[in-house]
């Protein structure tokens, strides 16, 4: 351990500030050239002289701890980070966010200490980079029932199986290797482990079938991959209870970083937005002017005091070395309500931009592109609005409360937040209600969430005027979910459309 503590990098002692703005400079620098990576294959978008120059500042060690050579590890520099550089380039602020949360932290949790001392001087040293495989072909959101498999031959783990949409698929060096032990009938274990791939070694390198030509995202390659590995004993995770507890971990530790990546996506946003128009000229004033462009921006507005109130909420929990299984309330909620707002944030600027917007050249275009896969990928946003609801309507029949406000009035997460809707959350609940009205009901419970969340930022004193704003966008999205979850009936899909449905007969 010594000598890896006696090996600190320029990085590690470099002031943040600096080093956030040398990575920032170099992805400005190269983004000016849109056009003509748009057009590269899927195999060669992920720019080797951009990636070269970028880890040569060795922004990664923001998440190493100080006795492997690193920063420290801190929470508030990674999600600094991530701000930062999606500013610029939200691709790049993704692979980093891979990097740190869905490799390094589990790696720093989890791993043997001498597997995780090679790896973070392989990470400072050659640049090298760590990935997550978790989706299969056959099994996305249904992890519970992934097909990779492994064996114990005594000295080693052989794994076998395929994966796909890893992003940095063929880039990284490393990678967490999800599979479910097969007895030798051939039937695979419920839990699930997690095990270090090491590319270094020829036996544990991971073959590439092919890329996808993904629609966004375009410096992120992803693909489909062919695992048949080696691996040796101490590379496998250890944690204190099973797998899946570990597994939720992660994901809850990588959901809860995601306001990180949307806070400089968001600022960016923003700035193009009122640059736009305030220049754009329409009837002799400009478009900010105008009573609609307000209130578009404002929404804006409003998105980026949200996402900078659930960064600060990001940097009060101790997840780099607690268990953040348990928060799935949190996770779930910052990660779909901040994804959310993403994607209408970028609708609202290519609307705004017209015509101009609506090429790859222009950020608004690009925007609601790669803004898009944020609301899918670690979890559909309807998937996870599902699974809030059913967290609180779990609390509910516990404490046999039904009404929707005196519950979460009486939740010590919700007390502060609740009578900002107290008239709209009044609701008597239906415990058998259908998935499409729960669903609506999580996104209800996930922007009161948000609202704690805001209030909490009020209270450390950031600006009043924009709290007044993001409150104001929360009550109005509550209320109109409200209607929604109250009118909503039960249409079912006519599989049969087109008899009697062709318009041209009548």
């Not at 609307?351 to 275009?365: C, P």
């Amino acid at each position: 351990m010594a000598m890896y503590q006696n090996e600190m990098l320029t990085a590690s002692n470099t002031d943040l500030d600096t080093l956030l703005a040398d990575v920032t400079a170099t992805l400005r620098h190269w983004m000016n050239d849109q056009a003509a990576r748009t057009k590269t294959p899927a195999e060669q978008r992920m720019p080797a002289g951009l990636l070269d120059r970028i880890m040569k500042i060795q922004p990664l060690s923001v998440a190493i701890p100080e006795a492997y050579g690193g920063r420290g590890g801190l929470i508030k520099e990674s999600m600094r980070l991530l701000a930062a550089t999606s500013y610029e380039s939200l691709e790049m602020s993704m692979i980093f966010g891979i990097n740190m949360f869905l490799f390094m932290q589990p790696v720093v949790k989890y791993a043997d200490a001498t597997v995780k001392a090679d790896i973070f001087r392989h990470f400072l040293r050659r640049n090298q980079m760590g990935g997550f495989m978790l989706t299969e072909p056959d099994f996305g959101s249904d992890v519970l029932n992934l097909a990779t498999s492994y064996t114990d031959d005594g000295n080693r783990y052989r794994i076998s199986g395929r994966k796909h949409w890893q992003g940095l698929t063929g880039h990284a060096t490393y990678w967490l290797v999800a599979a479910r032990k097969k007895h030798a009938s051939g039937e695979l274990v419920r839990d699930i482990d997690f095990f270090i791939a090491d590319g270094n070694q020829k036996e544990q390198q991971i073959e590439v079938l092919k890329y996808y030509d993904s629609l966004g995202l375009y410096m992120l390659p992803y693909g489909l991959n062919k695992i048949e590995v080696s691996i040796p004993k101490e590379q496998k995770l250890r944690g204190t209870s099973t797998g899946i507890t570990m597994m939720l971990d992660i994901l809850h530790n990588s959901r809860l970083q995601f306001p990180g990546m949307a806070m400089g996506f968001i600022e960016r946003v923003l700035d193009e937005a009122i640059a736009y128009c305030s220049k754009r000229q329409m009837g002799g004033a400009s478009l900010l002017a105008y009573d609609q462009v307000q209130y578009q921006i404002s929404r804006i507005q409003a998105a980026y005091t949200i996402c900078a109130a659930m960064c600060a909420k990001t940097c009060t929990f101790d997840s780099a070395v607690g268990d953040a299984s348990g928060l799935g309330l949190d996770a779930n909620s910052m990660k779909t309500v901040v994804t959310d707002l993403m994607h209408e944030s970028a609708q609202t600027l290519l609307q705004l931009s017209g015509a101009k917007g609506y090429r790859l050249s222009e950020y608004a275009g690009r925007a609601v592109i790669d803004s898009r896969p944020f609301q899918i990928f670690e979890g559909p946003n309807d998937m996870l609005y599902n699974q809030i609801a059913e967290t609180v309507l779990r609390g509910m029949k516990i404490t046999r409360q039904n009404n929707l406000f005196n519950y979460l009035s009486q939740t010590l997460q919700f007390a502060e937040a609740v009578d900002l809707f107290r008239n709209e959350l009044n609701l008597t609940i239906d415990f058998t209600i259908a998935q499409r009205k729960k669903i609506t009901l999580g996104r209800i419970i996930a922007r009161v969430v948000t609202a704690v969340y805001v209030l909490e930022l009020m209270n450390k004193g950031y600006n009043r005027r924009l709290i007044d704003g993001a409150i104001a966008l929360l009550r109005q999205d509550v209320i109109q979910l409200l209607g929604s979850f109250q009118s909503m009936h039960q249409t079912k899909v006519v599989t049969e459309y087109r008899e009697q449905g062709s318009w041209f007969e009548f």
